[in-house]
C-alpha cells in the first residue's frame, strides 16, 4: 500500500462536510459553507505547508503506482451521489428558505471542489476515458465549454490580455466574473470553429463539440426538471453558478497582476512559474488534489497532481485558496495584501512579472 498517496483520501472530508449539510436542519444547513470558508482559511493562517519537492526516483514511483489516477476517477460518481443527495434534500417538504440556500450554496462547493477542479487535472489527460470523465464532471456544473477553452486557450495565452481569465491588476473579481464567464464562453466557441476550420468540416454539425454540449447541458436540467420539479431545477442551476464563479474566482487569484512580455516580434514569452501565484498551504493541496501548485501545472501541464513542484521564483499566497477567495471578495483589502507582493516580485525578478 502507497502510504503517500492515502494522504488524498483528505478530499473525502468535503463530501463528507457536504452530507451533514444536506441531511441535517437549521443552521447545519450552512455547516459546509462555515468549513470551507471559515475554519479551513483559519487552519491555513498556522499550517502554512512546506516547499518540500519529490525526488526525480519518488516522481518516477509516483506515476507509476495507479493508485493515484483511482482516487482521482472516484470523484466522477461521488459527484452524481452527492447531486441525487442534493436534490432530494432540497425537495423535502417544510424547508425554511435560509436552509434551502445552505443547501445550494454546499451543492455550489461541490460543483466547484469536485466538478471544475477534478474534471481540470482530467481534462489534461490523453486518454479517452479521462477526458470523457471530465466532460461528465463539467456538465454537473454546465460549464462544458470549459475543456476546450481551458485547454486550448487559457494555457496559450495565460497572462497576456488576451486570456478573459487572468485578472489585470487593480481588476475587481466581481468585474472579472463578467470578464471571464462571457470571454471564455465565447471563446470556447470561436477555437472550437477554428479546429472545424482547419479540419475542413462545417460549422453547424454533429462534429462541433460546443453544439453538443449546449445539447447536453440542457437535456441534463431538463432531466432534473422530470423528477425534481421547478424546486430542484432552480436550486441545482443556482450551485451550479455558484460552482463555476468559485472557479473564475479561483481563476482571478492564480494569475492576479501577473503578465508576460510580449517581445518585438510580437510574441509572447514563455510561461514561467513567475507567471502564476503559488500555495503550498497544506489543506488546500490537499482538497484540491494538488491545484495550488499552480505555477508548475502551467509551466508543464501535463505534469499530473501528485508529482508537482514549489519553485522559489514562483509568487507565494499569504494563505490558501479558501482564504484568498473570501480575501478577494474584499477588494480594497484584498488590493492592500496583493499588490506589494507583486511589487516586491517584479523587483527580484523584473520583466518577468510585467
Keep these: 500500500m502507497n502510504f503517500y498517496a492515502l494522504k488524498y483520501l483528505m478530499i473525502l472530508l468535503g463530501p463528507t462536510v457536504l452530507l451533514i449539510s444536506f441531511s441535517l436542519p437549521g443552521l447545519w444547513t450552512w455547516f459546509a459553507i462555515v ?31 495507479p493508485i493515484y489516477d483511482w482516487l482521482v476517477w472516484a470523484m466522477v460518481p461521488l459527484q452524481y451521489f452527492l447531486i441525487v443527495c442534493f436534490l432530494f434534500s432540497i425537495t423535502q417538504p417544510g424547508l425554511a428558505t435560509y436552509e434551502i440556500v445552505g443547501r445550494t450554496l ?27 470523465m471530465s466532460k461528465a464532471l463539467l456538465l454537473t456544473t454546465l460549464y462544458m465549454h470549459f475543456f476546450i477553452e481551458h485547454n486550448r486557450g487559457h494555457h496559450r495565452h495565460v497572462a497576456t490580455e488576451e486570456d478573459p481569465a487572468s485578472a489585470d491588476r487593480g481588476e475587481i473579481v466581481y468585474f472579472f466574473w463578467f ?36 445539447v447536453i447541458q440542457v437535456a441534463f436540467v431538463a432531466l432534473i426538471y422530470a423528477f425534481f420539479g421547478g424546486l430542484g431545477t432552480i436550486c441545482f442551476i443556482g450551485a451550479a453558478v455558484m460552482g463555476f464563479l468559485l472557479l473564475e474566482t479561483v481563476n ?25 501565484w503559488n500555495s503550498n498551504h497544506v489543506m488546500g493541496r490537499l482538497l484540491l488534489f494538488e491545484l495550488t501548485r499552480h505555477s508548475d501545472h502551467h509551466y508543464k501541464a501535463s505534469r499530473k497532481y501528485q508529482v508537482l513542484r514549489h519553485f522559489d521564483e514562483a509568487p507565494q499566497m499569504p494563505t490558501g485558496y479558501p482564504g484568498m477567495v473570501v480575501l478577494s471578495l474584499f477588494p480594497p483589502l484584498f488590493f492592500r495584501v496583493m499588490h ?15
Excluded at 120 to 131: A, V
Excluded at 340 to 354: F, H, N, Q, S, V
Design 35 to 65: 468549513f470551507v470558508f471559515a475554519f479551513i482559511p483559519a487552519v491555513e493562517l498556522v499550517l502554512t505547508g512546506t516547499k518540500e519537492n519529490m525526488t526525480l526516483a519518488e516522481e518516477k514511483m509516483a506515476l507509476a503506482d
Design 179 to 214: 470578464k471571464s464567464v462571457i470571454g471564455s464562453y465565447i471563446s470556447a466557441w470561436k477555437l472550437e470553429a477554428e479546429r472545424l476550420e482547419k479540419k475542413k468540416l462545417p460549422f453547424f454539425s454533429i462534429h462541433n463539440e460546443m453544439i453538443w454540449y449546449q
Design 106 to 132: 454546499a451543492m455550489g462547493v461541490a460543483c466547484s471542489i469536485l466538478g471544475i477542479n477534478v474534471a481540470h487535472e482530467l481534462g489534461h489527460r490523453s486518454t479517452k476515458h479521462e477526458q470523457f
Design 252 to 276: 482571478y487569484v492564480e494569475h492576479y497582476g501577473l503578465r508576460r512580455e510580449k517581445k518585438a516580434n510580437g510574441r509572447y514569452e514563455k510561461v514561467l512559474p513567475v507567471h502564476s
Design 340 to 354: 506589494p507582493t507583486i511589487d516586491r516580485y517584479k523587483e527580484a525578478y523584473g520583466k518577468a512579472l510585467a
